[in-house]
């Protein structure tokens, strides 16, 4: 059974860091790429950043570039978003998400979330 599961969040200052963690679990993810989206209070999910487990460059959603920072674990099973000079706006619950497709591509699984609120 795969699982996605996403730890880090919390309540943060803006112009602080916080770093979320997805660990996962229940099958291979060498040929998967690993992402992360979010959704605010009455907004769409968004994608956030996307990275494949077997190499290339993280992308990154416009509105986060130059401030998070995804990269992936050594051992193929957790990925990290580093999200620094947060904003308010990036209040959300973040979702750590699997793609056997690529990085901008369909996701297949999902973690539960975990919220993220940035007072200004």
């Known amino acids: 059974q795969v699982q996605l599961v996403e730890s880090g969040g919390g309540l943060a200052q803006a112009g602080a860091s916080l770093t979320l963690s997805c660990a996962a679990s229940?099958?291979?993810?060498?040929?998967?790429?690993m992402g992360w989206f979010r959704q605010a209070p009455e907004k769409e999910r968004e994608f956030v950043a996307g990275i494949r487990w077997n190499g290339g460059s993280a992308v990154y959603a416009e509105s986060v570039k130059g401030r998070f920072i995804l990269s992936r674990g050594y051992a193929e099973t957790t990925v990290f978003l580093q999200m620094n000079s947060l904003k308010p706006e990036d209040t959300a619950v973040y979702y750590c998400?699997?793609?056997?497709?690529?990085?901008?591509?369909?996701?297949?699984?999902w973690g539960q979330g975990t919220q993220v609120t940035v007072s200004s």
């Open positions: 998400a699997a793609s056997s497709n690529g990085p901008l591509s369909r996701y297949d699984y």
């Open positions: 229940g099958r291979r993810f060498s040929s998967y790429a």
